[in-house]
């Protein structure tokens, strides 16, 4: 698939999303079909960032957006799929499909972010436009959020009211670890001060 064609793909994907996430990709072939779309936006962002930031400013605001385009995007789809697939997949039990289908669905939500980034930080890094840009990105997040309705219900072949639910629940599990794991580090933390505190008194 050429540059244009995946270009294709990609609005289509957000703006059809009923029909425009039907096609599975692999692992790698999400990647690329991800790193091809970012091409655009990540030039984009660059220009604006120093447009309305200025050299210090724009230098920094450039720098998070090639973060967010270049690493961090990717990797929360790598991770996040992962963790999807382990809760919804094989501790639940609750579809089939393997962890590229996964991948795809997270690499298609992605695109509503993907297509805005280069706006929304160059925006919310200028003091006076800061709250358009957190609209835009208000607008992103619930762009994102339609579009992984119907890509997890395309990919895993599940109605998208179970798709909701499956987000709901990987959120909950994920919330309850975290608070776990966060009250157990903060307990052994506490525990530590109390008796490095009771061993100077003595």
């Known amino acids: 698939m050429g540059f244009a064609d995946t270009l294709k793909?990609?609005?289509?994907?957000?703006?059809?999303?009923?029909?425009?996430?039907t096609q599975s990709m692999s692992i790698g072939g999400a990647l690329k079909f991800y790193y091809t779309i970012m091409i655009i936006p990540l030039i984009l962002g660059?220009?604006?960032?120093?447009v309305f930031g200025g050299a210090a400013t724009g230098l920094l605001t450039a720098?998070?957006?090639?973060?967010?385009?270049?690493i961090t995007i990717p990797l929360s789809i790598l991770i996040g799929g992962g963790v999807y697939y382990?809760?919804?997949?094989?501790?639940?039990?609750?579809?089939?499909?393997?962890?590229?289908?996964v991948v795809t669905?997270?690499?298609?939500?992605?695109?509503?972010?993907?297509?805005?980034?280069?706006?929304?930080?160059?925006?919310?890094?200028?003091?006076?436009?800061?709250?358009i840009g957190l609209v835009i990105e208000i607008i992103a997040g619930i762009w994102s959020f339609i579009t992984i309705l119907f890509s997890l219900s395309n990919q895993l072949s599940i109605s998208k009211i179970k798709a909701f639910g499956t987000l709901v629940l990987e959120t909950v599990i994920v919330g309850i670890i975290?608070?776990?794991?966060?009250?157990?580090?903060?307990?052994?933390?506490?525990?530590?001060?109390?008796?490095g505190g009771s061993h100077s008194i003595l």
């Open 105 to 131: 669905a997270f690499t298609y939500a992605s695109v509503p972010y993907v297509f805005l980034i280069w706006i929304i930080a160059p925006l919310t890094g200028s003091l006076s436009l800061a709250e």
């Open 63 to 70: 720098g998070t957006v090639a973060l967010s385009l270049i």
């Open 46 to 50: 660059i220009v604006l960032s120093y």
């Open 178 to 195: 975290t608070f776990v794991i966060t009250f157990a580090v903060g307990a052994s933390l506490f525990g530590s001060l109390l008796a």
């Open 86 to 101: 382990l809760i919804i997949g094989l501790l639940f039990k609750m579809f089939k499909a393997d962890y590229s289908k």
């Open 9 to 21: 793909g990609a609005f289509n994907a957000i703006l059809h999303p009923k029909s425009g996430t």
